[in-house]
């Protein structure tokens, strides 16, 4: 399995500068090979399908990462225009080739249905005035760690890393970023044992019924307080927001600003995933399965109620976990988007049908049992994950059964 471990380094003066040469010879050399490639897709694209052509003349070859990587690396260093491609260490830049493969083949795969989930837009030329920047350097770059826990990357130096735990492994590879706040990180990408990380198996199991007012209702009648860390950060972003919306554009001043607000905002993202790290750890070690609900994250961010659930980070906490349950030999599944949890009663299964959101209580008038929305919604979330994973488990034949 493969893992990713991020530790924030601090580069000097001197290597943010060189750093920075790393991240524009990598820009240039994609815009270069992006605008080789778009007009030959382009016109592709004109004549239609091979085999029902919209009209006529050749298709042109579209070109391929190892003759864009002759053409504009080997000999694109030997012209006055791209000299300065000799500051960036020769495997990053290949690496940018073979990304720009990857993205168009994300970009294809989408439009056929090979891939899943949304739409995914055609590769698009960067720009110098993007605020994150990233390089990545494979073993041919020879990089290294050294014996005092420096990481050493060619063209730039040893960075001092802020170490916060061991790698399990060696690092296949390392990718420099600098993100919008103006921080560095490397991040490394490392082989583990699967088996390694699973936990021994524990009784029971936990459906969650997320939400804004309670950021989470378990099905054992426990909650998790939202935190709403961009609620209470609101006042500081504001007033950080009007101070850059006064600078001069283009001004020093201005790009200060701008990091001073890309800070403020980073402060609450990293907050709001310490959470859902917290949480999802605690969850999936405590029980041997873990059901979620299929929430809309994008219909109800276009609602009035965008800020919440944004504020929230719904779609982040389930996917830590299903990784972390993944991880540890846990079981976990997400219930139907159309799964009526709020409308069935988990005492005896009468469905009473829809009720508006004002409504936090109800009797149910088949039993008399009197719920709690958001608790039985938990509940009931918890059976039909039960149910999920019943149906998915193999059938194992009785005693009397003819085995083949």
């Keep these: 399995m493969q893992l990713r471990y991020q ?16 991240f524009g010879c990598r820009r240039v050399v994609w815009n270069d090979a992006l605008a080789r490639i778009k007009p030959v897709k382009a016109s592709n694209k004109l004549l239609g399908n091979p085999k029902d052509r919209l009209a006529h003349g ?84 020879r990089w290294s760690i050294t014996e005092d826990g420096k990481l050493r990357l060619p063209k730039i130096g040893g960075l001092k890393v802020k ?25 490394f ?13 524990t009784d029971g199991d936990q459906g969650i019924d997320l939400g804004l007012t309670r950021f989470a209702v378990l099905a054992d009648g ?8 961009l609620r209470r950060a609101e006042k500081k972003l504001k007033k950080r927001q009007r101070e850059l919306s006064r600078k001069k554009k283009g001004s020093s001043n201005r790009d200060k600003a ?7 905002h980073a402060a609450v993202a990293d907050a709001r995933r310490n959470f859902h790290h917290q949480w999802s750890h605690k969850l999936t070690s405590e029980n041997q399965a873990v059901f979620t609900e299929t929430l809309n994250v994008c219909g109800l961010a276009r609602t009035r ?57 109800w009797t149910c008038p088949n039993c008399g049992t009197r719920h709690d929305r958001d608790f039985n919604a938990g509940k009931n979330v918890r059976y039909e994950g039960r149910r999920i994973l019943a149906a998915a488990a193999p059938s194992t034949p009785g005693p009397g059964a003819r085995r083949r």
């Design 7 to 22: 530790f924030r380094v601090y580069p000097t003066p001197g290597q943010r500068i060189r750093a920075a040469r790393v």
């Design 58 to 141: 050749p298709y042109q070859l579209v070109p391929k990462s190892p003759d864009l990587a002759k053409t504009l690396i080997t000999e694109a260093k030997k012209t006055p225009e791209r000299v300065f491609l000799i500051d960036a260490p020769v495997g990053v830049l290949q690496q940018t080739l073979r990304d720009l493969d990857a993205a168009w083949k994300a970009h294809e795969d989408s439009k056929t249905g090979k891939r899943k989930g949304p739409k995914v837009a055609p590769p698009r030329f960067k720009s110098r005035k993007d605020n994150r920047q990233a390089a990545r350097f494979t073993r041919s770059d």
């Design 163 to 187: 170490w916060t735990r061991d790698l399990p492994s060696e690092p296949s590879s390392v990718t420099l970023v600098k993100d919008r706040s103006g921080r560095y990180w490397a991040s």
């Design 189 to 201: 990408v490392v082989e583990t044992d699967p088996a390694a990380d699973i936990l021994p198996p």
């Design 222 to 229: 426990s909650h998790i307080a939202s935190p709403k860390y």
């Design 258 to 264: 701008r990091i001073r607000v890309a800070r403020a």
């Design 305 to 361: 109620l965008a800020k919440s659930v944004h504020d929230a980070g719904w779609a982040q906490f389930v996917m830590f976990c299903e990784y972390k349950a993944i991880r540890r030999g846990r079981s976990f599944a997400k219930v139907a988007r159309g799964f009526p949890s709020s409308q069935i009663c988990s005492a005896c299964g009468h469905r009473d049908g829809p009720k508006p959101l004002d409504v936090r209580q």
